[in-house]
């Protein structure tokens, strides 16, 4: 009896710091906000995106997650409107060494808001087109932020304005660059609310060829979650999102993961990019998924993603 009750003590103890898994109700509720007509598509510098920055604000505080600077907010320096900001978090390394690498979790936040009406529906809403790597990067936020098993320090950075040239990214890589940041690697999520079909493998990585993060991501994973998409090559993507400012600042691996093939989804940069449109289901998985490699790849002793 006094052993059960010793274990009943210790498991409580344990599970205290255990996030609960994704699940689709959880992903949902993030991605219908973010989604929602209300935000207006969320366009860099406009109501509707400021609308977006608030609900980041607060789901950060609530998972526990630091400004990185003196607020979430961080000015874009490239961009005519004081509007424009990207959202950076901070969760600091709990190792006294390794805390002083950073890896950067990214995802843009923005769309391109309002286009050329169809069947009534002006707003480009822009669920798959980010709202859904935003909401992977949330909920490693909440699961890092509460989980606080992170060796290594993690941005949290959610960008505005890539739709309009990448310009949070750039903004971003450079300011931290001459701050003197000290980059380990950059991962970016885009474009991951539909399944691919027919693959081998839970999502591709842009630049799969040009470093080992494929093959490391795997190797953390029960599952084949990493491969390559020859249209990814093919079409450049590894320079079309905003993984491209940290490869080309700090030449250190900097890559998106995407389940975003050119077929499994009709409405890119179109009205019907909306939320029902979106698998929930599916996100929710990615993320239980993905967290076992992000923690292995945040606290492995060594560096071990490099360039070939
Ligand atoms: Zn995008």
Request: net charge negative.
């Amino acid at each position: 009896m006094k052993y059960f009750f010793y274990v009943i003590v210790l498991l409580l103890a344990s599970c205290k710091s255990i996030p609960a898994p994704a699940t689709s109700e959880g992903v949902g509720e993030i991605m219908n906000f973010l989604a929602s007509d209300e935000l207006e598509g969320r366009e860099a510098g406009t109501k509707g995106i400021a609308l977006a920055a608030d609900y980041i604000e607060t789901l950060f505080k609530e998972y526990k997650v630091k400004p990185y600077f003196k607020t979430f907010r961080d000015t874009l320096s490239n961009f005519d409107s004081s509007a424009a900001y990207n959202m950076v978090g901070f969760i600091e390394g709990t190792d006294k060494h390794l805390k002083n690498e950073f890896i950067i979790l990214g995802a843009h936040y923005d769309h391109i808001g309002r286009i050329k009406p169809k069947n009534g529906d002006a707003i480009a809403n822009g669920a798959n087109d980010n709202a859904s790597g935003t909401t992977m990067v949330l909920e490693l936020a909440r699961y890092f932020g509460t989980a606080k098993t992170n060796k290594r320090s993690i941005i949290f950075a959610l960008f505005s304005a890539e739709e309009k040239g990448l310009l949070g990214s750039k903004h971003l890589a450079k300011k931290l660059k001459d701050n003197g940041l000290n980059l380990y690697t950059m991962l970016n999520f885009e474009m991951i609310g539909v399944p691919l079909q027919n693959k081998d493998y839970l999502m591709y990585l842009t630049g799969y060829e040009l470093s080992n993060i494929a093959a490391v991501s795997n190797a953390y994973s029960d599952k084949k979650i990493a491969g390559f998409l020859p249209k990814a090559k093919e079409f450049n993507l590894f320079n079309r999102s905003d993984n491209a400012p940290f490869h080309e600042v700090y030449n250190v691996p900097s890559h998106t993961y995407s389940t975003f093939d050119f077929t499994n989804f009709e409405h890119y940069h179109q009205v019907g990019d909306e939320a029902a449109a979106m698998d929930f289901s599916h996100m929710a998985n990615l993320v239980n998924e993905l967290i076992p490699v992000m923690e292995g790849i945040i606290n492995a002793p060594e560096q071990e993603i490099k360039y070939n």
